[in-house]
Each structure stands twice: as structure tokens, then as C-alpha cells.
DNA sequence: AGGTATTTCGCAACGTTGTTACGTCACGCC
DNA sequence: GGCGTGACGTAACAACGTTGCGAAATACCT
């Protein structure tokens, strides 16, 4: 009964890459509710419709961000030594920022005004980095990793790939190929403490 | 010749103290022309005549923030040996990024909306690091250090600190004493890896 | 001393933002 | 076929950054 839904599953995937490609080519000032709908050629109201808001606008936007970083992680290939496989994934983190700034800014620089990830919103960008805790739980299983569980391993190599990264995005660290120097030498430095043996009980 | 000014070097400081108070207390988004202006019982013309616009509130407030934090830093006392003061410092711009999570945000994780530092802001940020900065170069100095440059190896340093004050400001590291394990397993791990001897030429 | 030029100030307006109230339209049911 | 119900498009609202304009206040010149 009543009137029939015509801002369905089509228009959501329509404004939401209207809004990533906004996002990503012009910044987060311009992914505004009315210019998103202009976009698609619909009107304010599909996305109140649809999303709530411009808040679950952003918050579907996150997810979709992080499922783009997650396939990018993905891609990275096993060895045969997981710890070979760490300085890779660093790298490849590195060119998943680099190559689309606006969308990492969402996931994990506060770069979006007056959007905070929900709980969930978070813990689906943590799952978006499980191909580095697998490569991590791989190195605790063979031995080579401290006695501290692989979570916080993890965690501290994300914390590693992600200051690096968010600092050159900033401009911190001037152009890329001092950037890069920075990156060559931080990585195998992290590495190196992970992998020697330590001298704790 | 002309009205002489009354928006002058003391409205200045009162435009500034409340704009940081507003961020510091209620966020970005508290920022406004006019809201600050009505903090300090003006119009919002005097921020336009002293600042030139909200872009120039920004970057004298940036400033503001990166002396705090330079102060901070400066409060870590030497030790006899550098490289006993590296965890210390980390774990102060742990507490500094926690105390003032959004003076932090503004200063090194995008969170002020249509605000980018210049590249002299961004310098003025990295000279409040000296603190650290005089501390690698003193272990470089002392041989401790591979043989990569004491910039390149700060910038390291800077990027493991601020990665993980980033993100556990985000919530990605849930609460602060599950943060606290993290902080306390990825320092030590990569000023192990720092200092140890390495083996390339 | 009085008039004028000059500089700054406060106010009000403009365009844009997110959000919401309202009138309209399209369908299912009695 | 009339009517209720739900979703739609439009227009309004408050708040934002910014700017144009008239009033105010001082220094200089006659």
C-alpha cells in the first residue's frame, strides 16, 4: 500500500559512487547532499530517503572505502616465508593511500567533518586489513614473533604503516622520493625489532 | 591619518585563546566566525581585520597548537645515554595527542574541514619536534644508529608515534589500556630494531 | 579652528550548507 | 471508483563564511 519506492537499490549504488567520485576528485567540501543528488539526477530527498542522512551517506561511503583497501591488500601475494611478506604489505598499503588520498582520509584521518565511524563502521575498516593479520598470525605461529600475541603485533605494524603514510599525505615528509627514503628505511627498521630474538621471560 | 585600530595584538591573543578553547572543548565544528567572535564580545569584522578570514584563524591557531605540543615535548628530561630517552619521548606524545585530541587532530590528521597548511605551517610543525629530532641526532652521533641520515630515521620515529596516537584517537585500538599494550609493544620493537647492528655495508 | 580625506568598524545582505515541513502524486484495498 | 497510505519533489529554515555599505573616528591641510 501507498506509493511505491522508486529510490531503491539502483540509486543507492548511483549516489554512492556519485559520492566516492566526488570524494575522490574534488575533496571532502565537495561531496555536499545537494550535489550528490544533482549527480544522479535525483532530488535531496533520495538521500534522506535511502541513507538517513548525510550521515549514514558517509557511513556507507567508509565501508565502501574500506572494502576498496581491503581488495587492494588482498592482492598482495603469500611466500612461502610470511615475514617476507610484511615489507610488501607495507608497500602496498603505502601505494593504496597514495593512490586515492581523499578515501584513506575517510577511513582513518578524521579528514571528513562532523562524520565519527560508529563502532561498527571501525571494526569493518579493521576486518579491511585482515590480510595483514593473517600474514602476522602466520609469523607468530612459526615462532619468529615475540611473546606478545599477534593482535597487538598487528596492530603495532598498522600503527607503522598508517603514521607513515598519514605524515606523507600531509606533506611531511616533502616529495615522494624522500617520502620513499623515509618508508625504505622505517619498514625493514620495525621488521628487524619484530623478527630478532628478544630477551624478555 | 584614518580610524585608528581597536582590533589589535590583545584581541588577537582573546580570538585565539577562545577559538582554542572552543576546539579543544567542543571540536572542529565549533570553530565558526561567529561564534568566536561572540566568545570574545566582538564582531565578527575583527577576524576578518586580524586574521584575514577564517583560513588565517586557522593557521595562527595551528601554531598555537604546535607550541604546546613543542613545550611538551621540551619537558621530556635527558638521559646520559639518547637512546634511553626515545621511549620516554613516545610515550609523551602519547600523552600530549590524548590530553589535546582535537589540538591534534588540527595539527597532523586533517580534522579541521577546508583547512590545508602551507609548507610554512607544516615546518613550523616539525620544528616543535626538535625535542625528538635533537635526541636521534645525539644517537646517530653516538654510532647506535645505522648508517641512514638522523632525518630520515626521525621521520621514522615520527611516523610510528603519530601512526599510533592517530589511530587510537580514531578507536581502533578499543580502550586505553588495550591502546597502552600496543604503545608499549611497538616502541620498544622498533627502537630494538633501530639499534641494533645491521649488516649491510 | 573647521573641513576633508582616510582608515576601520558594525550591520546587513548574499549564496551555500544540512535538514525538515508540506502539498502532491501514485498505488492497493474496500 | 473513491479513499487511505506511503513516498516523492519543493520550498522553507537556521547556520555558515564572506563581502559591500554607511557610520564613526582620527590626522592633515587650509
Same mark, same amino acid.
Given at each position: ?13 548511483a549516489?554512492?559512487? %556519485?559520492?566516492?567520485? !566526488? ?6 567540501? &565537495? /561531496? ?5 543528488? =544533482? #549527480? ?20 556507507a ?12 591488500a588482498?592482492?598482495?601475494p ?6 617476507d ?11 593504496s593511500?597514495? %593512490?586515492?588520498?581523499? !578515501? ?6 578524521r &579528514? /571528513? ?5 560508529? =563502532? #561498527? ?33 598487528f ?27 623515509v ?19
Open positions: 500500500m501507498g506509493r511505491p519506492k522508486e529510490h531503491g537499490e539502483d540509486t543507492r549504488e549516489l554512492l559512487e %556519485a559520492a566516492e567520485r !566526488l570524494l575522490a576528485d574534488e575533496g571532502p567540501g &565537495a /561531496v555536499t547532499v545537494r550535489r550528490v543528488a =544533482d #549527480e544522479v539526477g535525483t532530488s535531496t530527498r533520495a538521500i534522506y530517503s535511502v541513507f538517513g542522512g548525510k550521515e549514514g551517506l558517509y557511513s561511503l567508509f565501508r565502501k572505502a574500506a572494502d576498496t583497501f581491503r581488495r587492494l588482498e592482492a598482495v603469500r611466500q612461502s616465508d610470511p615475514v611478506e610484511l615489507i610488501p604489505l607495507g608497500l602496498s598499503y603505502r601505494q593511500a597514495l %593512490a586515492e588520498p581523499n !578515501l584513506y582520509g575517510l577511513l582513518f584521518d &579528514a /571528513v567533518p562532523d562524520f565519527v565511524p560508529t =563502532d #561498527e563502521d571501525l571494526q569493518f575498516a579493521r576486518r579491511s586489513q585482515e590480510r595483514v593479520l593473517d600474514t602476522v598470525r602466520r609469523c607468530a605461529d612459526a615462532g619468529v614473533l615475540p611473546a606478545s600475541d599477534a593482535e597487538a603485533t596492530n603495532a605494524l598498522w600503527g607503522v604503516v598508517h603514521g607513515l603514510a598519514s605524515l606523507e599525505l600531509i606533506g611531511c615528509f616533502g616529495p615522494p622520493e624522500a617520502a620513499e627514503v618508508w625504505r628505511s622505517a619498514l625493514p627498521t620495525f621488521v628487524r625489532g619484530l623478527t630478532l630474538p628478544h630477551d624478555e621471560p
